[in-house]
């Protein structure tokens, strides 16, 4: 992120909070939306037994349903693993909900109906808009909190928000660094933090997926901070010492719980990836230029989205998945997207310096495409 003037600054209280429209991610609305219905799997469901090498199932009354039945078709298209126990099969093709299981290590696992997944993942690309406006409020408070003396709470929390926007890594997980020994923000080691003569600092770990990362911090102010917290005793980089000097690590929920009191709506730690994702392949598709056919710019957008799953440690599927906003491709394909991008990078609305031209012309771009 380029170095910006902070402006402005506002806590929101609990009584303030007021949330975007956020009625699309809720589950059953999300099912009503997708032509599904909402179910739980505490209703009764389609059961699975152990049968010599393979399984019988049985519907909830009761009837063993045999191979060739388009219900037991169903089933296996589910592709639910052998090794999960206390599975539950939803009687209803039509369900959003499809399957839930325990996997081997006792974990609650589900498999849920492709259209649902669909009308959730395009709710969330769509929050994008609400994130990119409160971004500058963001941007503002973390700048007021980095000043703060010493290392509580409000400060560190703000560094680690800072990280997430300028480096886009991971927030982390304490189940993946236990069981996995991949790391994020909030799980990294004092050792995978490395200072050079200068201070300046590199952040080198494994990730998730075991992706190994070495990402150059190029705030040598932030540096300086995460250098301060690295010298607090302890494993995890980043702790915070609360009124009574009792030290916390920082945890996901801290993060979360400091973007709602700045911005006073549910954004979480997870929204800058796809933010800073999408704001990439936008600069990208810009350095490339326009298409001039419909196989061509699939080609253009399976290198930019390459690039792009390089710089968030992804691979190529998940980062065109999740972590670029689907507009990009369907209007790259059909020629509109280029048009409209380089216009409001022409014609920027000035909402607040701290919003690079590319970001301001993505979050125009977003807005208008989400009006149609």
Not at 49 to 62: A, D, H, L, M, S
Not at 100 to 113: F, M, V
Not at 263 to 278: D, I, S, V, Y
Request: charged share 30%; aromatic share 8%.
């Amino acid at each position: 992120m380029n170095v910006h003037t902070y402006t402005h600054l506002h806590v929101h209280t609990a009584n303030e909070v007021s949330e975007p429209n956020t009625d699309a991610l809720d589950p059953q609305v999300s099912a009503e939306r997708a032509g599904l219905v909402y179910v739980s799997d505490d209703a009764p469901g389609i059961r699975r037994e152990k049968r010599g090498t393979g399984f019988t199932y049985f519907t909830p009354e009761g009837e063993n349903i045999p191979k060739g039945d388009p219900r037991r078709k169903r089933i296996e298209e589910l592709v639910i693993p052998p090794a999960w126990t206390d599975v539950w099969i939803c009687p209803s093709p039509e369900g959003h909900l499809q399957a839930t299981g325990r996997d081997e290590a006792g974990r609650k696992q589900y498999r849920y109906h492709p259209q649902w997944q669909e009308t959730r993942r395009r709710a969330r690309f769509d929050r994008l808009v609400h994130f990119g406006r409160a971004l500058p409020e963001i941007r503002a408070r973390t700048a007021h909190d980095l000043r703060m003396e010493g290392l509580p709470r409000a400060k560190v929390l703000a560094l680690v928000v800072r990280l997430l926007d300028d480096t886009l890594i991971r927030i982390g997980g304490a189940e993946y660094a236990r069981d996995n020994n991949s790391f994020g923000l909030t799980t990294m080691r004092r050792r995978h933090a490395c200072f050079d003569e200068q201070g300046a600092c590199t952040f080198a770990f494994t990730g998730k997926s075991g992706q190994e990362h070495e990402i150059a911090l190029d705030d040598p102010s932030l540096a300086q901070v995460v250098q301060a917290c690295c010298e607090v005793p302890g494993y995890e980089i980043f702790a915070f010492f609360d009124e009574d000097g009792t030290k916390h690590d920082v945890k996901a929920d801290h993060v979360n719980a400091y973007l709602k009191a700045t911005t006073g709506e549910r954004f979480t730690a997870k929204q800058f990836r796809p933010w800073g994702g999408t704001v990439e392949a936008a600069r990208r598709l810009d350095a490339r230029g326009p298409a001039p056919n419909e196989r061509e710019a699939d080609d253009v957008l399976t290198e930019v989205v390459k690039a792009v799953a390089e710089k968030l440690g992804n691979t190529v599927a998940v980062c065109r998945q999740h972590y670029i906003h689907p507009a990009l491709f369907e209007d790259y394909r059909s020629g509109a997207f280029l048009p409209a991008y380089r216009a409001h990078l022409e014609n920027q609305k000035g909402r607040d310096d701290s919003l690079d031209p590319a970001e301001e012309a993505m979050l125009s771009f977003l807005e208008e495409r989400l009006e149609k």
